[in-house]
């Protein structure tokens, strides 16, 4: 003979079951996503406050204040990361080119290293902060390096790119919206 309470404990072991059901198919749903794809809740948004000192031994410094008046780059990179060496050659390009002015952030990076890497490497920056802990990082939305905002006149976030930058995203996205805004 069932008892009122038989009921009740047979829903209890259920619900692990459910509970497991549910976040296998929320994981599921991820694997479609793309990383670079991820909605950044800065988009349209004053860009994070923010006062960063200069890479030890290279001059300057970043600040939200540099960002203003004008389009430009914000570009979150460490001597640490692999895509980031993948991309720097498109940044030094761009910087070449003279047509909106990259800013960086040098994240979780020790001074002699960012140094070290700029120095072989080039230096596209325009001026460069130190983000030694990540708490800027944190506060702009890093996922990881390297990641790219794009800043419009009145210091908002208008794009953002999760990790490296490639020519085709910087030619058919970045550059035109980047002149779009500077009209």
Known sequence: MATSGEPRRNLLYLLPVLVFAGLAVFLYQGLYLHPSE????????????????????????????????????????????????????????????????????????????????????????????????GRVGFDWGVYGVPETYLIDREGNVAFKVVGPLSPEVLESQVLPLAAKLMK
């Open 38 to 133: 991820i909605p950044s809740p800065l988009i349209g948004k004053p860009a994070p406050a923010f006062d960063l000192p200069a890479v030890e031994g290279l001059p300057g410094g970043l600040s939200r204040a540099d960002l203003a008046g004008k389009v430009s780059l914000v570009s979150v990179f460490a001597s640490w990361c692999g895509p980031c060496r993948l991309e720097h050659p498109l940044l030094m390009a761009l910087a070449e080119r003279k047509s909106i002015p990259i800013y960086g952030i040098s994240y979780k990076d020790k001074p002699e290293d960012s140094r070290g890497w700029l120095q072989s490497l080039g230096n596209p920056y325009d001026k460069i902060g130190a983000d030694r802990d």
